[in-house]
Structure formats: C-alpha cells, structure tokens
T-cell receptor, first 112, second 109 residues
Framework: DVKVTQSSRYLVKRTGEKVFLECVQD?????MFWYRQDPGLGLRLIYF???????EKGDIPEGYSVSREKKERFSLILESASTNQTSMYLC???????????FGQGTRLTVV | GQSLEQPSEVTAVEGAIVQINCTYQ??????LSWYQQHDGGAPTFLSY????GLEETGRFSSFLSRSDSYGYLLLQELQMKDSASYFC??????????FGKGTRLSVIA
C-alpha cells in the first residue's frame, strides 16, 4: 500500500519559532510537493522538488524553505513562524508523467 | 498563469446524479485530475483525463473537452458517504498540479 507519511498530525508553535514539517514517501517517487490548505482557498503550492537536492518555488514560498537530502524525504521549514502561517499543510508525491499525486494525512499547524 | 473555476457548493439528494464542472485557463495543458477530500482527511485521487471524452470508474465518471478548456466529474447513485469536497487539478508540462478551490458536495436524504 502506497504511503506518504507526515511527522505530525497536529502542531502548536509560538510566533518566531523555527518549525520543521517532515514528509516521507515509500513509493520511490521523484516528485514531492508541499501545499497549504485554507478554507475557501483550496490547495496552494508552496514548494516542490523533482529530484534530490533540487527545489522550486511554488505560488506562495514567502516565509518557507525546503530541504530534500534524500529521495524519500522532503522537509518544509518555517524560518520564523507567524500567525498567518496557521494552516493545514499537505505533503504529496507523484511519479513522473502521471496526473496522480498521493497525499499525506496533513499537519494542522497552529502558531500562537 | 493558471486558473481553475468550479462551484463552491453543490447539494444533491441521495440516489440522484450530480455533475461538478471545472473550467480552466492554462498553458501547456497535459490533463485534468479530480480529487476527493472528506473533512479531516487527505485528498485522494479519483480520475485523470488527458484526452477528450468520458472516463468511467464505477459510480464516478470524468469528462474532458480540451477545446473548451472544460471538464466535469459525474457522480451517480449518490450515497451519503459521497459528501465531501471535490477538487479539479490541471497538470501542465512544467509545473506540479494546480488545484481549484474545491466544491463542497452535500448529499441529503
């Protein structure tokens, strides 16, 4: 059974903290993505990666960075958390050339 | 840029048929995907259309017209468990999936 696993389901952090969201996939997919989901706004792409050590900015990269040191792991970093980064964060992976992405269960981050 | 439009909410009766439309504007279009997301859950893949026409998978069908930049998801024999949000997403040649804002489907008895 294919799997994308996010390290935390719920997270509460303080303003200004550095936050790490981890994502691991076991499908040997080249592509990995980070989205955030907010009510009425759908899924918005933060960063993506097509290969190890490669990263590309999505639509809303400000305030975020990513790391992909290994093929199966893609980390999202909030350099200095702010309250407007309170959201649901979804990690996904996909194979090259396919329209199907597999999502993790999501991390609901609250910044107080 | 890319944009997708889909209705924000749809309500339908159990046992009925419902169609959720999606129009898109994009360059380098490869295909249109549909995802289902229950409250508190992760989006799960339903279908992908790269060519014009209708694709059927059980009670769900998806249609694409590339010339009209339009697609729809058709759900038949609606069940209460179909109450969820449905997202269309476009795949282009050089970017990841771009999602619409989602359609919240409520199935009522």
């Amino acid at each position: 059974d294919v799997k994308v696993t996010q390290s935390s389901r719920y997270l509460v952090k303080r303003t200004g903290e550095k936050v790490f969201l981890e994502c691991v996939q076991d499908m040997d997919h080249e592509n990995m993505f980070w989205y955030r989901q907010d009510p009425g706004l759908g899924l918005r792409l933060i960063y993506f990666s097509y290969d190890v050590k490669m990263k590309e900015k999505g639509d809303i990269p400000e305030g975020y960075s990513v790391s992909r040191e290994k093929k199966e792991r893609f980390s999202l970093i909030l350099e200095s958390a702010s309250t407007n980064q309170t959201s649901m964060y979804l990690c996904a992976s996909s194979d090259q050339g396919l329209g199907e992405a597999f999502f993790g269960q999501g991390t609901r981050l609250t910044v107080v | 840029g890319q944009s997708l439009e889909q209705p924000s909410e749809v309500t339908a009766v159990e046992g009925a048929i419902v169609q959720i439309n999606c129009t898109y504007q994009t360059s380098g279009f490869y295909g249109l995907s549909w995802y289902q997301q229950h409250d508190g859950g992760a989006p799960t893949f339903l279908s992908y259309n790269a060519l014009d026409g209708l694709e059927e998978t059980g009670r769900f069908s998806s249609f694409l017209s590339r010339s009209d930049s339009y697609g729809y998801l058709l759900l038949q024999e609606l069940q209460m468990k179909d109450s969820a949000s449905y997202f269309c997403a476009v795949r282009t040649g050089n970017t990841p999936l771009v999602f619409g804002k989602g359609t919240r489907l409520s199935v009522i008895a």
